[in-house]
């Protein structure tokens, strides 16, 4: 049997304000794309709170995270670590405008006719326009960590 892929997770928001999508637009360690406020969940941290912790750490917004929008992979070819990305539908408290708190990060409001942005990872203009254009999206439900130990019940 072949050794599985090895995955990197990563957790994420999808925010709306109108028509615009909340982007980060990462300029530092040799990148320079737009993504999703996101990041790697802590050892320890639920994947809704690690995507609430990013959000603010990228933009300075606090977010409420609802059901998730939509997962995304990405495995080059030839690889064998992918990455799994669990994208939360999410609001915001206020109306703050966003800040960014992390050097070599941009948070700010992209109106969705000026997608595609050059180089959005994963390229999700597209999907983003038609979950906005749906009004109330529908969304599965993040059911949390489920983990429960084994309890024997002996009568």
């Known amino acids: 049997m072949e050794d599985p892929a090895e ?11 109108d028509t615009s999508v909340l982007l980060v637009h990462r300029a530092r360690d040799g990148a320079d794309d737009w993504v999703l406020p996101g990041g790697t969940p802590r050892p320890g941290e639920s994947m809704a709170a690690c995507a609430q912790r990013e ?3 990228e933009t300075g917004l606090s977010v409420l995270t609802g059901g998730v929008a939509f997962v995304a992979e ?7 670590r992918r990455r799994v990305d669990l994208v939360f539908l999410a ?4 109306r703050r405008e966003p800040v960014s708190p992390e050097p070599g990060l941009e948070a700010k409001w992209v109106p969705l006719a000026d997608l595609p942005v050059p180089k959005l ?21 993040y059911l949390g960590n489920l983990w429960r130990p084994n309890v024997d019940h002996a009568f």
Do not use: K
Not at 7 to 17: G, I, K, L, M, T
Not at 91 to 94: E, G
Not at 121 to 141: D, E, Q, S
């Open 91 to 94: 609001t915001i408290t206020d």
């Open 7 to 17: 995955v990197d997770v990563r957790c994420s928001v999808v925010v709306f304000r």
């Open 55 to 57: 959000a603010a750490e």
């Open 121 to 141: 990872r994963p390229p999700l203009a597209g999907h983003l326009r038609a979950l906005h254009a749906r009004g109330t999206p529908r969304t599965a439900a």
């Open 74 to 80: 990405s495995l080059p070819p030839g690889a064998s």
